[in-house]
């Protein structure tokens, strides 16, 4: 049987809605089918006005989770030289905290991303926010699930549930989820301001399966506003990749050994 990666939902949605517990169960047991230890990633941010390419960043990214269950993130920029030797560390702890730290060649030093104030910026020039990077590996348990509605998208069946943050301070007032029936592939979601406005959407595609997990090799993010998108091309991943632990280390973030 094949797990789904970034896939963050089964179950069938009858007309009307499902109730809550429900819904936070099935995300839970998505969760779970798509869990795994570790993943190497190469890969290609191509930042996009109008359609068209403006800029490729190249980038490693190593993921993996420690004892206690904090999902941590590193990111090295190789290209283009402008942002080459920058990298990026992200530790998600249980119930909600980020700790994010940047290197900047520039500055020679370590930075703390400070998430009351700097957050919802921009990543790197990207469409992504600092906040943003860690959507995928947010803790369930951060917010309250409703599925609110079936819906093609694509020529594929969808479950679309409502995903609302206890905390009103976060960055989103909510965000919905597009997922396919059956394989349970997620396909898009939408991002709402506090206004209840959607800023901003991603869009997952290109699905191979790798090592038995089924992975989207495309991911594009727009900023509905600006018309501007990244689109995130997938070139190399390796599941379950033996990470060493200095590389979620402050000396490593800082020295890049």
């Not at 990298?87 to 249980?94: N, P």
């Not at 599925?147 to 069946?157: A, L, P």
């Not at 396919?180 to 997620?186: I, M, P, V």
């Given at each position: 049987m ?15 809605f ?16 798509a869990?795994?230890d ?8 191509h930042?996009?006005n ?5 800029n490729i960043l190249?980038?490693?990214q ?38 994010q ?14 998430g ?13 926010s600092?906040?943003?990077?860690s ?34 301070k976060?960055e ?7 997922i ?7 396909w ?11 800023v901003?959407?991603?869009e ?26 990244t689109?995130?091309k ?13 590389v ?10």
């Open positions: 094949k797990k789904k990666f970034f896939a963050l939902l089964i179950g069938f949605c009858a007309i009307g499902i109730f809550a517990d429900d819904a936070a169960e099935i995300m839970k047991q998505a969760r779970k089918n869990d795994v570790s993943v190497g990633t190469q890969a290609e941010m930042l996009q109008n359609g068209k390419t403006v190249k980038i490693n190593y993921t993996s989770k420690n004892k206690s269950g904090d999902q941590r993130t590193f990111i090295a920029f190789t290209a283009p030289a402008n942002v080459r030797g920058t990298r990026f560390l992200t530790i998600q702890k249980k119930k909600g905290a980020l700790d730290r940047i290197f900047l060649p520039s500055l020679g030093k370590v930075r703390r991303i400070a009351a104030t700097e957050g919802t910026t921009s990543f790197m020039g990207t469409d992504f600092y906040n943003d990077i959507f995928m590996s947010r803790d369930l348990d951060l917010d309250v699930y409703k599925i609110v509605n079936t819906e093609n998208f694509n020529g594929k069946d969808c479950n679309v549930i409502e995903s609302v943050p206890k905390d009103t976060y989103y007032s909510k965000t919905l989820l597009w396919e029936k059956g394989n349970n592939r997620f898009k979601a939408e991002f709402y301001d506090k206004k209840g406005a959607a901003k959407r991603i997952l595609s290109d699905y191979k399966t790798l090592q038995g997990i089924d992975t989207p090799m495309t991911i594009k993010l727009t900023t509905l506003s600006a018309k501007t998108s689109l995130i997938v070139l190399k991943m390796q599941y379950n990749m033996e990470i060493p632990e200095k979620f280390t402050a000396q490593y973030l800082e020295l890049g050994k």
